[in-house]
């Protein structure tokens, strides 16, 4: 029997074969278009990744949206780990982004009104995407180390260097999603630039820009370089994935040009539908996150 089980919501974007290797369960989030706002569909069950980029692709103009995860679809998977008698860690996309992790802690309470003895912990990961996957992956390689379910929910606690530095081609989509000022895309529509983006602590930020989406590519693995130059870090001690969107011969080759450039080894995620909203189709970029076990660093 595991030792906990481990639960996140969808934002977490990581590969099946992780999920089934780590035995991750996923809370799904769901989706609905513009044009079509009565028709609810679940990731991965009514619309795949897949099937969602080729519909954003064939009609930019019919905007998506997402809504996380009610109480009652987490209280239900809680309630499953339950009745095995499986400790549970929920871990979900920062709060700052989204609900989710209000659901979860009002399906905690829900839980623990019905099961005093259960054991659960949910935890607002202040990261999304890619980099909040490897943060589930993380606690998935403490667990399978050996680690108590005590000693894993501290360290979570810790501040863990996660960031996400990325590029888009398009910034309506932040536009829309209440994400940059209505100057920002303006100028975005105005000039051909790919904008950098830092995402760390649940906000984004401003990287500068790139003309063209090479130059974007590039600049980000400088970033990622700089980075750790000037904050002294051992790339050892950090884990890296990235990132892309609908075009996988694309994120191929820039994990390739990541793991030259920058000397690490990746895990490659597409980005799901849950922050492909806010970014569009072609976000690409690079997270990483400093090891649970590292030494702790203030960056």
């Not at 079509?36 to 930019?60: G, I």
């Not at 259960?118 to 490897?134: H, K, M, P, R």
């Not at 606690?157 to 989509?173: A, M, P, T």
Request: hydrophobic content about 40%; overall charge negative.
């Amino acid at each position: 029997m595991k030792a906990f089980q481990i639960i996140s919501d969808g934002s977490c974007d990581l590969p099946t074969d992780l999920l089934l290797l780590h035995e991750i369960v996923i809370v799904p989030f769901s989706i609905t278009f513009e044009s079509d706002k009565e028709n609810v569909l679940y990731q991965n069950k009514d619309m795949t990744t897949d099937q969602f980029y080729d519909r954003v692709l064939s009609s930019p103009k019919d905007f998506p949206y997402t809504a996380c995860p009610s109480v009652q679809c987490y209280l239900d998977h809680f309630e499953e780990s339950y009745s095995s008698h499986t400790p549970i860690l929920c871990v979900c996309i920062s709060s700052k982004w989204s609900g989710s992790y209000n659901s979860a802690c009002r399906a905690k309470e829900m839980l623990l009104e019905k099961h005093s003895d259960a054991v659960i912990e949910v935890i607002d990961s202040d990261a999304n995407t890619v980099c909040q996957g490897l943060y589930v992956l993380e606690i998935a390689r403490l667990r399978d180390k050996g680690l108590s379910f005590e000693t894993i929910c501290d360290l979570c606690q810790v501040e863990h260097g996660e960031r996400i530095i990325f590029s888009v081609s398009d910034l309506s989509y932040l536009l829309h999603g209440g994400r940059i000022g209505n100057l920002a895309a303006t100028i975005a529509r105005i000039f051909p630039i790919n904008p950098l983006i830092i995402a760390k602590h649940g906000e984004i930020y401003s990287g500068g820009i790139a003309l063209k989406r090479r130059r974007a590519m590039l600049s980000i693995i400088q970033k990622v370089n700089e980075h750790f130059l000037k904050h002294h870090l051992k790339k050892e001690e950090y884990v890296f994935s990235v990132g892309y969107c609908y075009n996988r011969d694309e994120g191929e080759m820039f994990q390739k040009e990541v793991e030259k450039k920058v000397g690490v080894k990746t895990i490659l995620s597409q980005i799901g539908m849950t922050i492909a909203v806010h970014t569009g189709p072609e976000a690409l970029g690079v997270a990483f996150i400093r090891k649970f076990d590292a030494p702790y660093v203030r960056e």
